[in-house]
C-alpha cells in the first residue's frame, strides 16, 4: 500500500506548486514591469522634447512653443533633431522669419501712409476752412492735430499687426501675457537696472551725436514748434508714457520674440532688440533701443510674459520726461537731477550684478540652434528688406 499515494497529500502538493508558479508568475510579471518603464524612460530619453527640442539648460523653458509644428518629426520614437536642417523644417522655420519680417514692413509702410493720406486730408480741410496752404500747415504743425494723428495711428498699426502676425505664425494672443513668478520686488528690480541701461545708453548716444556734430550732421529730425499748445504736450506725453510702452512690447516682444524664438532664443532676444532699435529712426535712439531692448526680451523670456516689459518700458519713458522736465526748469534742478540719476544708475548697476549672478544670463544657442537662428533669418527675403528699409531710413535721417 505504500506504493500508492495518500489524496491528501496530493493535494497539498499540487497546491504548493501552484503557489509556486503563481509566485513566479508574479515575479516575472514584476520584472516585465520594470523592463517597460526602463524602456518607456529610455525611448523618452532618445526623443526630443516638442517644447524644449534643443534640451538646452539655458532656454527658458514653456517659451517656444511646440517645435513639431515646425519639424513634423520630432513626433517619431527616438527621434532627436540633428544639427544640419533638412528641407522641411528650413522652409518652416524660414516661414516664421518672414511672417515676423512682414508685419514689420507692413508697420513700416501703413503707418508712413496713413500718416501722408490723413494729415493731408486733414490740411485740405483746413486749407478750405482758412483759405491758405501755409497757414494752414503751421496750424497743423503748432497744434495738437499732428501729435494726436501720429498717437492713432502707431497704436492701431502696433496692435493690429501683433495680433496678425501672432494668428498668422499659430500663436495666441492670450500667450502674450500670461506671467509667471513675477512680483512686485522684481518690477521695481528691473526698473532699477533699466534705469542703470538708460543712464549708460543716453551718454552713448550723446557721444555719438557730439561725433555727428563735428562732419555737420544731426542724428535727429528738426521738431522745433511741433505740438507745442498744451493739449499737444498731454497727448505727447499719454502716448510716449503709457501709449507707446504697451504697444511697442506687444509688437516687439509679444509678437517679433515669440515667432523669432521658434528655434534660438539667443537669437530671438538680439534679433527682436535689432529692429526695435532701428524702428526708432535714429542711430542715438538706436542704441539705447537696442541695449534696453535685450534686456526687456531676457525678462519677457524669463515671466513668459511682456507684462514686466510694459512695467520697465512704462518705467524708461516716464523718467526720460520727468528728467527731462525737471532740467528745463533751472540749473540747480538740473544739477539735482543729475545727483538722482548717478545715485540710481550706480544702483542699478549693482541690481544688474546681482540679477546675473542669480542665473539670469542670457540663454547660449547650441550647434542645432546656431544653425537654425541667423542662417535661416538672412535667408527670408523679407527679413533682409524689414532690416535694410529701416536702416535707409535712419540714413536717410542723418541730416547734413
Given at each position: 500500500?505504500?506504493?500508492f499515494?495518500?489524496?491528501?497529500?496530493?493535494?497539498?502538493?499540487v497546491?504548493?506548486?501552484?503557489?509556486?508558479?503563481y509566485?513566479?508568475?508574479t515575479?516575472?510579471?514584476?520584472?516585465?514591469?520594470q523592463l517597460n518603464?526602463k524602456?518607456?524612460e529610455?525611448?523618452?530619453?532618445?526623443?526630443?522634447?516638442?517644447?524644449?527640442?534643443?534640451?538646452?539648460?539655458?532656454?527658458?523653458?514653456?517659451?517656444?512653443?511646440d517645435?513639431?509644428e515646425?519639424?513634423?518629426?520630432?513626433?517619431?520614437?527616438?527621434y532627436?533633431?540633428?544639427?544640419?536642417?533638412?528641407?522641411?523644417?528650413?522652409?518652416?522655420?524660414?516661414?516664421?522669419?518672414?511672417?515676423g519680417?512682414?508685419c514689420i514692413?507692413?508697420?513700416?509702410?501703413?503707418?508712413i501712409?496713413?500718416?501722408?493720406?490723413?494729415?493731408r486730408?486733414?490740411q485740405?480741410?483746413?486749407e478750405?476752412?482758412?483759405?491758405?496752404?501755409s497757414?494752414?500747415?503751421e496750424y497743423?504743425?503748432?497744434s495738437?492735430?499732428?501729435?494726436?494723428?501720429?498717437?492713432?495711428?502707431?497704436?492701431?498699426?502696433?496692435v493690429?499687426?501683433?495680433?496678425?502676425g501672432?494668428k498668422?505664425?499659430?500663436?495666441k494672443?492670450a500667450?502674450m501675457?500670461?506671467?509667471?513668478?513675477?512680483?512686485?520686488?522684481?518690477?521695481?528690480?528691473?526698473?532699477?537696472?533699466?534705469?542703470?541701461l538708460w543712464a549708460?545708453?543716453?551718454?552713448a548716444?550723446?557721444?555719438?551725436?557730439?561725433?555727428?556734430n563735428k562732419?555737420?550732421?544731426?542724428?535727429?529730425a528738426?521738431q522745433?514748434?511741433?505740438?507745442?499748445?498744451?493739449?499737444?504736450?498731454?497727448?505727447g506725453?499719454?502716448?510716449?508714457?503709457?501709449?507707446?510702452?504697451?504697444?511697442?512690447?506687444?509688437l516687439?516682444?509679444?509678437?517679433?520674440?515669440?515667432?523669432?524664438?521658434?528655434?534660438?532664443q539667443?537669437?530671438?532676444i538680439f534679433?527682436?532688440?535689432?529692429?526695435?532699435?532701428?524702428?526708432?529712426?535714429?542711430i542715438?535712439?538706436?542704441i539705447?533701443?537696442f541695449?534696453?531692448?535685450i534686456?526687456?526680451?531676457?525678462?519677457?523670456?524669463k515671466?513668459?510674459s511682456i507684462?514686466?516689459a510694459i512695467v520697465?518700458?512704462?518705467?524708461?519713458?516716464?523718467?526720460?520726461?520727468?528728467?527731462?522736465?525737471?532740467?528745463d526748469?533751472?540749473?540747480?534742478?538740473?544739477?539735482a537731477?543729475m545727483?538722482?540719476?548717478?545715485?540710481?544708475?550706480?544702483l542699478?548697476?549693482i541690481m544688474?550684478?546681482?540679477f546675473?549672478s542669480?542665473?539670469?544670463?542670457?540663454?547660449?544657442?547650441?550647434?542645432?540652434?546656431?544653425?537654425?537662428g541667423r542662417?535661416?533669418?538672412?535667408?527670408?527675403?523679407?527679413?533682409?528688406?524689414a532690416?535694410?528699409?529701416q536702416?535707409?531710413?535712419?540714413?536717410?535721417?542723418?541730416?547734413f
Amino acid at each position: 500500500m505504500d506504493e500508492f499515494i495518500n489524496a491528501d497529500e496530493y493535494r497539498a502538493e499540487v497546491s504548493a506548486q501552484q503557489q509556486e508558479i503563481y509566485r513566479l508568475n508574479t515575479i516575472i510579471d514584476e520584472k516585465n514591469n520594470q523592463l517597460n518603464k526602463k524602456n518607456k524612460e529610455l525611448l523618452k530619453n532618445l526623443t526630443a522634447d516638442k517644447n524644449n527640442p534643443f534640451d538646452n539648460p539655458t532656454d527658458y523653458s514653456g517659451y517656444c512653443g511646440d517645435y513639431s509644428e515646425i519639424q513634423p518629426r520630432l513626433g517619431e520614437s527616438g527621434y532627436k533633431i540633428p544639427v544640419e536642417i533638412d528641407h522641411i523644417e528650413f522652409r518652416n522655420l524660414k516661414r516664421q522669419y518672414s511672417i515676423g519680417s512682414w508685419c514689420i514692413i507692413f508697420q513700416f509702410f501703413i503707418s508712413i501712409f496713413l500718416s501722408l493720406m490723413l494729415s493731408r486730408g486733414i490740411q485740405l480741410v483746413l486749407e478750405l476752412m482758412h483759405g491758405s496752404d501755409s497757414s494752414a500747415y503751421e496750424y497743423m504743425y503748432g497744434s495738437s492735430i499732428l501729435v494726436a494723428l501720429n498717437m492713432i495711428i502707431f497704436l492701431v498699426c502696433n496692435v493690429s499687426n501683433t495680433f496678425i502676425g501672432l494668428k498668422w505664425a499659430g500663436f495666441k494672443g492670450a500667450s502674450m501675457i500670461k506671467t509667471r513668478n513675477f512680483t512686485f520686488g522684481k518690477g521695481l528690480q528691473y526698473c532699477i537696472i533699466a534705469a542703470f541701461l538708460w543712464a549708460v545708453s543716453v551718454y552713448a548716444g550723446t557721444f555719438v551725436e557730439t561725433i555727428l556734430n563735428k562732419f555737420d550732421m544731426t542724428a535727429y529730425a528738426d521738431q522745433e514748434g511741433l505740438g507745442e499748445t498744451p493739449i499737444a504736450l498731454a497727448i505727447g506725453y499719454i502716448y510716449s508714457c503709457i501709449i507707446a510702452p504697451i504697444t511697442e512690447e506687444m509688437l516687439y516682444r509679444g509678437m517679433l520674440l515669440k515667432v523669432f524664438s521658434r528655434a534660438s532664443q539667443r537669437f530671438g532676444i538680439f534679433a527682436t532688440a535689432l529692429f526695435f532699435g532701428v524702428a526708432h529712426g535714429n542711430i542715438a535712439q538706436f542704441i539705447l533701443a537696442f541695449v534696453l531692448g535685450i534686456f526687456l526680451a531676457q525678462i519677457t523670456l524669463k515671466h513668459n510674459s511682456i507684462v514686466p516689459a510694459i512695467v520697465v518700458h512704462i518705467f524708461v519713458n516716464s523718467f526720460s520726461t520727468v528728467m527731462g522736465l525737471v532740467s528745463d526748469i533751472s540749473d540747480t534742478a538740473s544739477f539735482a537731477a543729475m545727483l538722482v540719476l548717478v545715485a540710481l544708475a550706480i544702483l542699478g548697476l549693482i541690481m544688474l550684478i546681482v540679477f546675473r549672478s542669480d542665473g539670469n544670463r542670457l540663454p547660449a544657442s547650441t550647434p542645432q540652434q546656431h544653425r537654425r537662428g541667423r542662417a535661416v533669418a538672412t535667408s527670408s527675403l523679407p527679413f533682409l528688406m524689414a532690416f535694410c528699409i529701416q536702416v535707409v531710413y535712419i540714413l536717410y535721417t542723418l541730416k547734413f
